[in-house]
């Protein structure tokens, strides 16, 4: 999740990029920035500190920004031999587009009585992933563990408070989000700073072992 001479996803700012081609910057950290700026925002909501009313506005950042940008980033870590950033990115990334489209699109298609257990089982599906997602980061770096371990456990949250019309547990989940969304903010300039200043300044602590050692 950085730039040209930082790590990609499932790396370290101490180790090397995965096979860059020359000139070609690690795109990850513009995938993690898009990504907490949308979760913080539905974050907020979720977690009743802004009226609900206006959460609309989380649409257009979810479709643009968390959503179109992780999926462009995600072929382009396809391209530099990222399996791990590619999947990850690759799977938020139409998560976004999907949670716009199914409120923009779809949700009045759904009988009302059933739209929160529909809500739920999506919500769920992708706490899935992210377990192991979650398993997967285990070889990357500490900070990048604990962001998707809150995402797994703020999309379970989300899952039984929307299915169950669990208000607290839907407030819960929006204050993980909001956890995951800094620590997400945090991994992002972490590798952009070691991108410009050609040096580790905010730690990640890397769990993976280097080369040789």
């Known amino acids: ?106 949700s009045h298609d759904i009988p009302a009585a059933n739209l929160d257990s529909a809500l739920s089982l999506f919500l769920a599906m992708f706490a899935v992933l992210s377990f192991f997602f979650l398993i997967a980061s285990l070889r990357t770096d500490a900070v990048l563990v604990a962001i998707i371990a809150l995402i797994f456990i703020g999309l379970v949250l989300l899952a039984i408070g929307i299915g169950g019309g669990y208000t607290g547990a839907t407030k819960a989940g929006g204050w993980v989000t909001l956890v995951f969304a800094v620590l997400a903010w945090y991994h992002a300039a972490a590798d952009i700073i070691a991108s410009t200043f050609g040096r580790t300044v905010l730690p990640v602590m890397p769990l993976k072992p280097k080369p040789g050692s």
């Open 1 to 106: 999740m950085a730039t040209t001479n930082g790590p990609s996803a499932g790396q370290s700012n101490d180790e090397p990029t995965l096979n860059p081609r020359p000139g070609m910057a690690d795109p990850g950290a513009w995938a993690v920035t898009a990504f907490a700026t949308t979760s913080f925002m539905l974050g907020m909501y979720n977690a009743g500190l802004l009226d609900a009313k206006g959460a609309s506005i989380v649409l257009p950042v979810a479709f643009f920004f968390g959503g179109l940008i992780q999926i462009l980033v995600a072929v382009l870590e396809i391209t530099r031999g990222n399996l791990f950033g590619a999947v990850v990115f690759g799977s938020y990334g139409p998560f976004w587009v999907i949670y716009g489209a199914i409120q923009t699109l779809f």
